[in-house]
């Protein structure tokens, strides 16, 4: 599984963090989202997916 911010979109919500701390990171100068890897590990899919379920601009795109 594959996860991608779409950097246009976000506006630094940082719902994401909250629900994936472990893929989801915040850009210390704007609060924007990003990830260190596109591959999400094992066993996290399931946040990844409650993380973009909870993303108010859709701006997390997950390519199975």
Do not use: N, T, W
């Not at 893929?23 to 066993?43: R, T």
């Not at 899919?45 to 390519?63: F, N, R």
């Amino acid at each position: 599984m594959k996860v991608r911010i779409k950097d246009h979109v976000c506006q630094g919500h940082a719902l994401c963090r909250m629900a994936c701390p472990e893929v989801f990171f915040s850009k210390e100068e704007d609060g924007h989202a990003y990830v260190e890897s596109e591959l999400v590990p094992a066993g996290l899919e399931e946040k990844v997916y409650l993380a973009q379920e909870s993303c108010p601009e859709d701006a997390i795109e997950i390519e199975a």
